[in-house]
């Protein structure tokens, strides 16, 4: 099945405070986050949901095999 692809824009929304859906994106893939209790009302310590993470996440204490536990959404439009 194919992804359905998003804006940055599209993405942003998807903060946590606009709109009830928590996504991040990581290698432009856009994950939904809202079910983890990390991530309430869009912010995971200085991270917030809506964004982009790809560069963010060299400084994360965890490895990328975190986003395994969330749902694919879509791709992120480069």
Same mark, same amino acid.
């Given at each position: 099945?194919?992804? #359905?692809?998003?804006?940055?824009?599209?993405?942003?929304?998807?903060?946590?405070?606009?709109?009830?859906?928590?996504?991040?994106?990581?290698?432009?893939?856009?994950?939904?986050?809202?079910?983890?209790?990390?991530?309430?009302?869009?912010?995971?310590?200085?991270?917030?949901?809506?964004?982009?993470?790809?560069?963010?996440? #060299?400084?994360?204490?965890?490895?990328?095999?975190?986003?395994?536990?969330?749902?694919?959404?879509?791709?992120?439009?480069?």
């Amino acid at each position: 099945m194919e992804l #359905p692809e998003f804006s940055r824009a599209q993405l942003a929304l998807r903060n946590g405070q606009d709109r009830p859906e928590v996504w991040v994106a990581w290698q432009g893939i856009i994950y939904d986050v809202s079910p983890s209790r990390l991530w309430h009302n869009g912010k995971h310590y200085e991270h917030w949901a809506g964004q982009d993470l790809t560069d963010e996440l #060299p400084l994360a204490p965890h490895t990328e095999s975190v986003f395994q536990k969330f749902q694919m959404i879509g791709k992120l439009i480069p």
